[in-house]
Structure formats: structure tokens, C-alpha cells
């Protein structure tokens, strides 16, 4: 396994990781109301969108060719 696909998974392990936080933040928020859990919610999801658009555009930011 190269060095960029294990980059990769790991990167794919954190955006699930930041989206179920960012989901479970969420609900918690639905049930209690709590500002907090609704901020950490909506930092952990942009987390996750972040880390997905670095994802897709990986070799982009290597400098490999498309």
C-alpha cells in the first residue's frame, strides 16, 4: 500500500468520523436545545466538507495531472 493511499483511507476515516460527531451534535441539540451541541455540530459537518472536497481534489493538491 502506497503512502497516498493510505492518506487516503485515513482521510476517508476522519470525514466519517467528523460526520457522525457532527450528526450526533445535531440531535443532541434537537433534544436539548443546547447552543454548544449545536456549534459543534455545525463546526464537525464543515469539518467533514472540508476534508471531503480535500479528498476529492487530492491528486489537485499533489500535483499530479487530472
Known amino acids: 500500500m502506497s503512502l497516498i493511499s493510505f492518506h487516503k483511507i485515513l482521510i476517508a476515516i476522519a470525514i466519517l468520523f467528523c460526520g457522525g460527531y457532527g450528526g450526533y451534535e445535531l440531535v443532541a441539540f434537537a433534544k436539548t436545545g443546547g447552543t454548544g451541541a449545536l456549534a ?9 466538507a472540508g476534508l471531503g472536497y480535500y479528498l476529492w481534489r487530492l491528486n489537485h493538491f499533489l500535483g499530479f495531472e487530472d
Open 40 to 48: 459543534l455540530g455545525g463546526v464537525f459537518l464543515l469539518l467533514a
